[in-house]
């Protein structure tokens, strides 16, 4: 897994969606024109990844999963949720599946996101941050919840 970042984590979940609407497109519970809601969800999603990562640019501290951060970095979105980069993943892939009309099967990338996220990605970080930042995580753990 320490191979599999969250943003090509993100771009094959992408993939796996868009392969299963057009092979089962019969699947789907939204038509033209409530679709192409799932733009607005897109930029949302996708904002929110980029904004975090001016926001650690700016700290100076790393944003790769897998590497040791140097700051404990509670601003901005971090205020509302520990992990907005995956909120906002989740948010975009979301909106893609709304996009792709809703197909039942393709939201399958949307949980698979979301469940390697949940699982995997952030309770390897958390443990990484209480053992990096100590006490200062552990109350902002306290203080913030996991996704929103």
Known sequence: MRKLLPPNLFLICFCIMVVLNYLI????????????SGFGLIII????A??????????NTEIHTFKTPQKLVTHGLFKYSRNPI????VIALFGVWILLSGNLFSLFGVMFFFLIANFGYIPYEEKQMETIFGQEYLAYKNKVRRWI
């Open 50 to 59: 980029f904004r975090i990562s001016k926001l650690f640019r700016m700290f």
């Open 25 to 36: 497109p019969f699947a789907s519970i939204t038509f033209y024109p409530l679709n192409l």
């Open 45 to 48: 999603g996708l904002s929110m």
């Open 86 to 89: 995956y909120l906002g993943f």
